[in-house]
């Protein structure tokens, strides 16, 4: 009896677990599918509807674009999940109503996203690129079949190539028969390779956009957020675009019978509609920002500052910290999967708060270091447009997106934001054991981040400072010009 109910205990508890992970899969596919629904361009939507084999090639490659974004949420999620489980199992730990939250549940969502994030990098994501781009080998039939043959055909090429370049790299690397011969059992060794592989190149773009995406968050709460009167005068500026936009229509409206050149020789009719459509744009903008409230106004803009200043600071003050650590040896290095029992001690050292903490400054990495990608000067063509998105770019922002949410678990570890242990296969990456890189890794980001911000809050200040000397010098030519003019005059006359 005893047997009989601890295989009962065990079926219920996984039926439970793939219950709670199917409902978390379709909040995050349905919330994923809105998303890009919003970025994704119209033309897209119409042949969405058109019917035919475009439209069937059209709704595959959308649903495996939702599906890798969904993953990608969940990647997002891990560790946040993980540790909102810990602290609420030691906050009621005899409580009936959260049994199901138990290490069982948390192990299995991390060796899902893992395995999800394999298959939709290695699989999905270029099934649906080279599915698009098909249209049957020269001969075959058209239509659906042909057009999938034409893509697994691809696809096995293209893992060919990428194995035979894997089995190379592992040769030159380590001179060892034993390491080759693993490459060949694909789903133990080859994929959590590859997949290590490109979890470096992801913490590798995450140290590069992280940095510039605090940065640019100032910027971006700065225009989100009305500054206050000190800093910024909105009726002077608001009047200012008032007068530009009643000169525009007014050369408009004096040059309606004229030709498209406009009688200076230099603008045209399109011209002056396009700036005028801009300054119109402003005006709006500046005439809602006229409508905030005094208390907004006066305190929505500094308290958002010092927010941002102070997740940056304690982030800046973890890594340090974390720096210091692992110099000495008080650390280990976050390689190795422990098996980790949830309920027993907190994560941080300040209990709950610590743990709160701890997430907001998570999510605050993963979106800085998305609009730190997007701000990179190469990479800023990715950056998706409200309804007016390629299905090509939007694949592409997918895979992105994947690769940058995959690396955060691994990211948050390394800097020490927080001590949950990386679970599954995202703590078996070999090089999160050499000490070398973590330590070097740890330095060189808070290093970046100090110049980023240092950069930020200064580059007003060497602007104005340009602008100043500019105009002084330019003032200083124009009275040296015009003494040279009159001492010109001077010789005329005598």
């Not at 057009?147 to 040769?171: D, H, I, K, M, Q």
């Not at 005006?283 to 010092?306: C, D, F, H, T």
């Amino acid at each position: 009896m005893d047997d009989v109910d601890l295989r009962e205990q065990v079926f219920h508890n996984a039926v439970r677990e793939y219950i709670l992970f199917f409902w978390l899969f379709i909040l995050l596919y349905v919330s994923s599918y809105a998303t890009i629904c919003f970025y994704k361009k119209k033309a897209d939507t119409d042949d969405y509807y058109a019917g035919g084999d475009d439209a069937v090639v059209y709704r595959i490659a959308l649903w495996l674009c939702t599906f890798t974004l969904a993953v990608s949420a969940g990647a997002v999620l891990l560790l946040p999940i993980s540790i909102v489980s810990n602290e609420v199992l030691l906050l009621y730990p005899k409580s009936y109503y959260v049994q199901w939250l138990n290490s069982s549940l948390i192990h299995g969502l991390w060796n899902h996203i893992f395995l999800f994030s394999n298959v939709a990098l290695f699989i999905l994501m270029p099934f649906a690129y080279f599915f698009t781009e098909s249209e049957g080998f020269s001969g075959s039939r058209k239509g659906i079949l042909g057009r999938v043959y034409e893509t697994t055909v691809v696809l096995v090429l293209l893992a060919v190539l990428v194995f035979g370049l894997a089995w190379v790299a592992s040769a030159l690397l380590d001179d060892d028969n034993s390491s080759r011969e693993a490459l060949f059992d694909v789903w133990n060794f080859y994929l959590p390779y590859l997949y290590s592989c490109i979890s470096l190149l992801g913490v590798l773009i995450l140290l590069l956009s992280t940095p510039m995406g605090f940065a640019r968050m100032f910027t971006v709460i700065g225009q989100l957020v009305v500054k206050p009167k000190f800093l910024r005068d909105v009726e002077e500026e608001l009047s200012t675009v008032r007068l530009d936009e009643e000169d525009l229509r007014r050369k408009l409206q004096y040059n309606h019978h004229s030709s498209s050149t406009i009688a200076n020789g230099h603008a045209t009719k399109e011209d002056l509609h396009s700036e005028l459509q801009e300054v119109k744009k402003r005006r709006i903008e500046l005439e809602q920002r006229a409508k905030v409230s005094a208390w907004r106004r006066n305190l929505g803009y500094p308290l958002a500052m010092l927010a941002l200043l102070g997740l940056t600071g304690i982030l800046l003050l973890m890594v340090a910290q974390n720096t210091f650590q692992v110099l000495i040896g008080i650390k280990a290095l976050p390689v190795g999967a422990k098996e980790a029992v949830l309920g027993i001690a907190s994560m941080s050292a300040f209990g709950s708060f610590g743990a709160g903490l701890e997430i907001v400054l998570i999510l605050y990495l993963m979106l800085a270091s998305v609009m730190g990608f997007y701000s990179l000067p190469f990479f800023g063509r990715l950056a998706p447009e409200l309804h007016n998105t390629t299905m090509v770019k939007i694949m592409g922002n997918c895979i992105l997106i994947l690769v940058l949410s995959s690396a955060l678990p691994v990211l948050s570890r390394t800097l020490g934001v927080t001590n949950f242990n990386l679970l599954g296969d995202f703590g078996r990456m070999e090089w999160l054991g050499n000490f070398y890189i973590v330590l070097s890794y740890n330095g060189l980001f808070a290093v970046a981040t100090a110049l980023c911000l240092v950069n930020r809050f200064t580059a007003t200040v060497r602007r104005e400072i340009y602008i100043r000397l500019k105009m002084a010098f330019n003032r200083e030519k124009r009275s040296m010009s015009i003494s040279t003019g009159n001492g010109s005059i001077g010789l005329k006359e005598d």
